[in-house]
Structure formats: C-alpha cells, structure tokens
C-alpha cells in the first residue's frame, strides 16, 4: 500500500514537473515572437510625451546622425506636417507628426505600429533634425527604403518621397 501510495505521489510530481517545463516553453515562444508587453500609459498623456521615454535610451545612435550634415543645409524649407500611407494594410491612413521622433514597428511601443511579416519589432525611427525630417533603420531585418534605396545612415526625406517599410509605404507631405 505504501510502495502504491509513493508511486501515485512521484507520478503527480513527474506531471507537474512535465507541465511547469511546457509552459516555460510556451512562455519563451511567446516572448520570442510577440516581444515583452508593453505597459499601457495614462489617456492623458499625450503622444509627445510618449516617444520621448523611447528615444532617451539609444542616444548613441545620435552621433552617427552627423554625417548627412550637407543635404540639411535647405533650413528654409518648410519641414511636412503630416505622414500619409500610401501603401499597405493601412493605406489612406494620415497622421500628423509631432516635434519628437516618431518611432515604427511591430511593437505596441511604436507611435506607428505596422503588423506585417516584413516590419522589425523596432524598425525605423522618423525624426525631425535641423528642420528637416531624417529617417534612421533601427538594425531592422529587411531593411527601410527611401526612393528604392536602402537607408543605411540617418537621411534626411524630402517631401513627397516614398519610404518603404516592409509591404507599407508612406510619404511626408506639408
């Protein structure tokens, strides 16, 4: 009775023991292609306010932002106002864009999040530099596109020029 008893009880274990390592692993997938979750922020917080916390931690990347000096030079243009998506699962969609970085991806933290195969979890950031707005691929798997070509250093987007990310496309217009 006792060798029974010890037996049923090492049995449950095992199970448990089997069932805490499938969730661990579950978890993992989870984590692994969804991201962490991000946290929800109060509704009186404004947009602004929002990409400011993400911007804060890659400020290394701002030196690098230095060497497209030469095509910033044109101050007296007056930068767009609003991003238009003209192509992909959002197309017609028109945001108007704010002093700070405007930061695109599959995360929920992103001020424009794309749900497309294609898109990085953190793929580009917009941001307006000189009175110009520069966009900057953020190491992404598939890369961002500026006019077809591939955007390897922050440059700077002139108006009306179409920005491919993954299968969306968007343009900066006044």
Do not use: C
Request: aromatic share 6%; net charge positive.
């Amino acid at each position: 009775m006792t060798s029974e008893l010890t037996l049923l009880a090492l049995r449950f274990g095992f199970l448990a023991v089997l069932w805490l390592f499938v969730f661990a692993i579950v978890f993992a997938l989870r984590s692994d292609l969804f991201g962490q979750r991000a946290r929800r922020l109060p509704a009186d917080q404004q947009p602004g306010q929002m990409s400011a916390a993400p911007a804060a931690p890659p400020a290394p990347a701002a030196p690098r932002a230095s060497a497209p000096a030469a095509p910033a030079a044109s101050d007296g243009d007056s930068a767009a106002r609003r991003l238009v998506i003209t192509k992909g699962a959002k197309a017609g969609l028109e945001m108007p864009l704010i002093d700070g970085p405007l930061t695109i991806g599959r995360s929920q933290e992103s001020n424009l999040v794309i749900r497309d195969d294609y898109t990085s979890t953190h793929h580009a950031r917009l941001m307006l530099w000189n009175g110009r707005w520069v966009i900057q691929d953020l190491d992404s798997t598939n890369g961002t596109f500026l006019a077809g070509e591939r955007v390897t250093v922050p440059t700077p987007v002139p108006v009306g020029s179409t920005v491919t990310i993954g299968q969306t496309s968007f343009e900066l217009r006044r």
